[in-house]
């Protein structure tokens, strides 16, 4: 099992231009969840999908979009990318409801708005 | 190199002691809790985790206490290593909760000195 990937690793962007991370789990968990990490801060959710076909706001979610695209992948998408969005970005998923909560990580892209 | 932690607060342990973290969490409602680790340039990884219906629980070198008078949680390393270097997040959940979500602490910097 590869558990969670997340492609790509870094990534620099100019002011104004989007791109989509891509999130991948090979754990066949039901929630996926996408979060953000600044210098000097805890892990905070943007976004997050309790189970295919759904997806809910988390604490910071403006200039961001996501789609669960199928069971195994949640991406994140920064349609008009910001320097405030310059972050190291971590995909989590988890089993699901009823079952122990602990989110397997992925190991995070970091990305650059100039 | 990862920039995360560098405004956290640090513990600095000589090798070979104990190791003691301190979270201090928000909601009273949460039933669920687990200690990440984060090492330089990855993802979170669980360490241990603990429900509200114990007040300790033990792993390999680790013990996380709940106290959950005073909303507290600690987790215990024993005998330090160079390896236990990286940055300690607790992480709180209502287990029944739409989402599976979890609201994580600051983060605590250990540094292991030879």
């Known amino acids: 099992n590869a558990g969670v990937t997340q492609t790509p690793k870094f990534q620099v962007l100019k002011t104004g231009q989007s791109m989509t991370l891509q999130c991948a789990q090979d754990?066949?968990?039901?929630?996926m969840y996408w979060y953000r990490q600044d210098p000097g801060m805890g892990l905070r959710l943007i976004y997050y999908?309790?189970?295919?076909?759904?997806?809910d706001k988390g604490e910071v979610p403006n200039g961001y979009n996501v789609s669960r695209l199928n069971k195994r992948e949640f991406s994140l998408r920064l349609e008009s990318a910001a320097p405030s969005q310059t972050s190291v970005y971590f995909c989590?998923?988890?089993?699901?409801?009823?079952?122990?909560?602990?989110?397997?990580f992925g190991p995070g892209t970091r990305l650059t708005v100039l | 190199g990862e920039s995360v932690g560098l405004h956290l607060p640090t513990l600095s342990v000589q090798e070979g002691d104990n190791s003691i973290i301190n979270c201090a969490y928000s909601?009273?409602?949460?039933?669920?809790f687990i200690w990440y680790k984060q090492e330089s340039g990855k993802g979170p990884q669980f360490i241990i985790d603990i429900r509200s219906n114990m007040d300790k629980r033990q792993g390999q070198r680790v013990t996380v206490l709940l106290n959950k008078t005073v909303k507290h949680l600690s987790l215990q390393i024993a005998a330090t290593q160079p390896g236990d270097s990286a940055v300690y997040f607790c992480a709180e959940n209502k287990l029944k909760a739409a989402g599976n979500k979890l609201t994580f602490g600051g983060g605590t910097r250990v540094l292991v000195k030879p």
């Open positions: 989590a998923s988890t089993a699901g409801q009823g079952a122990n909560n602990e989110q397997f």
């Open positions: 999908s309790a189970s295919e076909g759904t997806t």
């Open positions: 754990m066949n968990h039901n929630s």
């Open positions: 909601n009273s409602a949460s039933d669920y």
